[in-house]
C-alpha cells in the first residue's frame, strides 16, 4: 500500500522564520504535487516536481524533490501571515500526504 | 480563466437517501475525478473517469457510488443510500490527460452533511 507521510503535522512559526516540511511516500512515483488548501476551501496546486533533483520555486515557498530517497520538502523562507494555511503533498495518481496545517503568527 | 464548479456548495440529507453531487469540469478537459475529505483529514481519491467509462477506484468507492456524465458537460456522484460516515466535503477535479505534465485542477467542493 502506497503510504504519503508528512511531518510535521502541524506547525506554528512566527512571521519572518524559515522552515521546512517534509514528505516522505513508500514507493516509486513519477511525480510530486504541493497544494495549498485554506480552511473550508478546494485545493490549490502550488507545485509539479516531476524529476529528481527537481527544484522550483514561487514567492517564500521552494519544493525540491529526491527520487531516491522518496522525500519531498517544502521550504518557507521569511514566513509571512498569508501563508496559514494547510499544506498536502501528493504523488502519482495522487495519493495525498496527511497534511501540515501551518499557522504564522506575528 | 477556467475553473472546475461544483453545485450544490452544501448539501444536508437523511441517512439512507440518496444525493447526487454534480461538477462541471473544465471544458477541453478528458480526464475527471472524485475525491472526499473527512472533516480535518487528508484527501482520499475515490475514482477517475476517461471516456464514458471509470478508469479506476479506489476501496471507498463501493456499489453505493455512481458516477455519470449524463451530457457534455456534467460530471455527477451519485450516493445510493447514504450513511452518517459519507458525511465529507467532496472535490471534483479535472485534468486535460494523465501524463506528468496533466495537472489537476480542482473545484471548491460540496460539503455533505448526513443526518
Known amino acids: 500500500e502506497l503510504k504519503v507521510e508528512q511531518n510535521p503535522l502541524f506547525l506554528s512559526m512566527q512571521e519572518g522564520k524559515n522552515y521546512t516540511i517534509y514528505c516522505n511516500y513508500s514507493t516509486t512515483s513519477d511525480r510530486l504535487y504541493w497544494y495549498r488548501q485554506d480552511p473550508g476551501k478546494s485545493l490549490e496546486s502550488l507545485f509539479v516536481?516531476?524529476?529528481?533533483?527537481a527544484v522550483k520555486q514561487e514567492g517564500r515557498l521552494m519544493a525540491s524533490l529526491d527520487t531516491k530517497a522518496r522525500l519531498s520538502t517544502l521550504h518557507i523562507t521569511a514566513a509571512v501571515h498569508d501563508l496559514s494555511a494547510t499544506y498536502f503533498c501528493a504523488v502519482h495518481k495522487l495519493i495525498f500526504g496527511t497534511g501540515t496545517r501551518l499557522q504564522v503568527f506575528p | 480563466e477556467p475553473e472546475v464548479t461544483q453545485t450544490p456548495s452544501h448539501q444536508v440529507t437523511q441517512m439512507g437517501q440518496e444525493v447526487i453531487l454534480r461538477c462541471v469540469p473544465i471544458s477541453n478537459h478528458l480526464y475527471f475525478y472524485w475525491y472526499r475529505q473527512i472533516l480535518g483529514q487528508k484527501v482520499e481519491f475515490l475514482v477517475s473517469?476517461?471516456?464514458?467509462?471509470?478508469?479506476?477506484k479506489s476501496e471507498i468507492f463501493d456499489d453505493q457510488f455512481s458516477v455519470e456524465r449524463p451530457d457534455g458537460s456534467n460530471f455527477t456522484l451519485k450516493i445510493r443510500s447514504t450513511k452518517l460516515e459519507d458525511s465529507a466535503m467532496y472535490f471534483c477535479?479535472?485534468?486535460?490527460?494523465?501524463?506528468?505534465?496533466?495537472?489537476?485542477?480542482f473545484g471548491p467542493g460540496t460539503r455533505l452533511t448526513v443526518l
Open positions: 516536481l516531476l524529476s529528481n533533483g
Open positions: 477535479a479535472s485534468s486535460l490527460g494523465r501524463g506528468p505534465y496533466n495537472e489537476q485542477f
Open positions: 473517469f476517461y471516456n464514458n467509462e471509470i478508469s479506476e
